[in-house]
């Protein structure tokens, strides 16, 4: 992986990779270049959440408040090759999926494609990315990974159908998402007017002309589309066509019976998404499933849910030793990746981060974010005493979050 300290020019001051490392040398500053470079509906879609977006700021305010211990003498340099479901990665990051990506930035979809593959990291893509999972895995090969809302009309046919497309297209873990069983309020969404169907606004018209690096990206890669979802409407599958069966269909969580029937239809991992309580792993567990992914959607689906890292210890020691235990949910730094290690995860994922760094530089943009959370969890590492992800999960910590269910 390229996020080596050697990598970012260290004794050059003047290699691009420098120069950028001084311009935007963390996720901070790149999203306030995004906010500048993407129209505003796109960034209130990307930094938004469910109600007042109280969700976003406890995630945020959970995950600072963990306090990390350092220890001294320990050898270097770290090491941060993980395996996961029998793939090692450079780093324990991954990309969240993040439906209608393109909204945020056009193309996203398989940017982040090929930055998982360049950084060798998994990116989980979504039912509703804005590329279709076979190009995705033909970009991204082992770091592919798929994420399943349910359609469970007609006995879940369509469902059953992507996991067939997913296997076929050489997809080996399978993210089936629960968190999301009814859609959610978004207001900033509403007022901007977000809504299926998209009705552009004399104000959306001038936002989109104020940006012009996100509006040429448009003319680069097209309208976004559900591209998953064209082949299950009547053709020709335009937006609005694809748009409303999305609308309809997707319903988005499942029923313990349903994970238990994906398991026997599924051939290979099987993780589900959006897990906050041990008792719900632990049906998890029973139901087969071989990964949990600890996450309350960022924020984005219902307000009054406790903080993810705060849910993220008791999960751990419930199913840690059955299960490979995955978070997600307001990650915007190494140190926070740090964080969620030492807290019993083995592998984290972050979305928006990558997301900002599109908006923020374009085609590169993945594939920079990638590299500065590897950098800042070395540094973290380092700067702890623990050469290893191992070593980190031993770390001392206070964790007075820490949602206890005795």
Same mark, same amino acid.
């Given at each position: ?99 209608? %990506? ?34 995705? #895995?033909?970009? #991204? ?47 900033? %969404? ?58 309809? $269909? ?59 890292? %705060? ?48 908006? #923020?530089?374009?085609?590169?943009? #993945?594939?920079?974010?990638? $590299? ?23 770390? $001392? ?10």
């Amino acid at each position: 992986m390229r996020g080596s300290p050697q990598a970012w020019g260290a004794g050059s001051g003047t290699s691009p990779q420098a120069r950028l490392r001084q311009r935007l040398p963390t996720l901070e500053y790149v999203e306030r270049r995004a906010r500048r470079r993407i129209p505003r509906f796109a960034f209130d879609f990307l930094e938004g959440g469910t109600g007042d977006d109280v969700g976003v700021a406890r995630n945020r305010a959970a995950l600072d408040a963990v306090e990390l211990v350092p220890r001294f003498g320990a050898p270097m340099p770290v090491q941060t090759k993980v395996k996961l479901f029998g793939v090692e990665y450079a780093a324990p990051i991954g990309i969240s999926p993040v439906g209608v %990506d393109g909204i945020v930035w056009p193309g996203a979809t398989k940017l982040f494609a090929a930055a998982a593959r360049d950084a060798m990291i998994p990116y989980i893509t979504g039912t509703l990315a804005t590329a279709s999972m076979e190009e995705v #895995a033909k970009i #991204a090969g082992p770091c592919a990974w798929f994420q399943l809302y349910g359609l469970p009309t007609d006995d879940h046919s369509v469902t059953f159908d992507l996991m067939k497309r997913a296997d076929a297209a050489g997809v080996r873990v399978l993210v089936a998402t629960l968190d999301a069983p009814v859609r959610s309020k978004r207001p900033r %969404d509403l007022r901007n007017g977000l809504v299926v169907p998209f009705r552009p606004t004399p104000s959306t018209v001038l936002d989109v002309a104020l940006s012009l690096p996100w509006l040429i990206a448009l003319m680069r890669a097209g309208t976004p589309s559900f591209r998953n979802m064209e082949r299950y409407v009547e053709s020709p599958a335009t937006l609005a066509k694809t748009a409303g069966f999305v609308q309809r $269909e997707i319903k988005g969580t499942f029923s313990w019976d349903a994970i238990k029937r994906m398991r026997d239809a599924w051939p290979d991992t099987l993780v589900v998404k959006g897990i906050l309580h041990p008792a719900d792993a632990t049906q998890a567990i029973a139901a087969g499933v071989d990964g949990i992914l600890v996450s309350n959607h960022g924020g984005r689906q219902f307000d009054a849910a406790p903080a993810a890292i %705060d849910m993220l210890p008791a999960i751990a020691a419930t199913a840690g030793r059955q299960a490979t235990v995955l978070f997600d949910s307001g990650v915007r730094s190494g140190l926070d990746v740090a964080r969620a290690i030492a807290l019993g995860a083995h592998g984290v994922f972050a979305g928006r981060a990558f997301l900002l760094g599109l908006g #923020a530089l374009g085609t590169g943009g #993945a594939n920079y974010i990638a $590299e500065l959370l590897l950098d800042e969890l070395q540094v973290a590492m380092g700067q702890l005493g623990t050469p290893s992800l191992d070593a980190l999960s031993k770390a $001392e910590r206070r964790h007075p979050g820490a949602f206890n269910f005795a």
